[in-house]
């Protein structure tokens, strides 16, 4: 069975820091990318960070870029999101989604909760 387990959310300071953990279990994860989306309250589904399967390429959504960073560690099934400078606007549900390329995210996590106060 395909899981996504995110963990790590909380809440922090605007200004501080969280690591977001997303492990994987039940495929081969290395030959997957895999991306990090946010659900603000009220609002739409937002892609911000995408790593590939070596982890050697990533990209960010401009709201992100310069304050977030997206790692993997293969030997363990894990992915790593470290963010920083946050802002209240970080605040959201976060997931970690499978993608499998040319095709559409296939599963996801539960979601781990990020709140950032002023």
């Known amino acids: 069975e395909v899981q996504l387990v995110e963990s790590g959310g909380g809440l922090v300071q605007a200004g501080g820091s969280l690591r977001l953990s997303c492990a994987a279990s039940?495929?081969?994860?290395?030959?997957?990318?895999i991306a990090w989306f946010r659900q603000a309250p009220g609002k739409g589904l937002e892609w911000i960070s995408t790593?590939?399967?070596?982890?050697?390429?990533?990209y960010y959504a401009d709201s992100v870029k310069g304050r977030f960073v997206l790692s993997r560690d293969n030997a363990k099934n894990m992915l790593y999101l470290q963010m920083n400078s946050l802002k209240p606007e970080d605040t959201a549900l976060y997931f970690c989604?499978?993608?499998?390329?040319?095709?559409?995210?296939?599963?996801w996590g539960q979601g781990t909760q990020v709140t950032v106060s002023s």
């Open positions: 039940g495929f081969t994860f290395d030959i997957y990318a």
């Open positions: 790593i590939d399967v070596y982890g050697e390429e990533t």
């Open positions: 989604a499978r993608d499998p390329l040319g095709s559409e995210y296939d599963y």
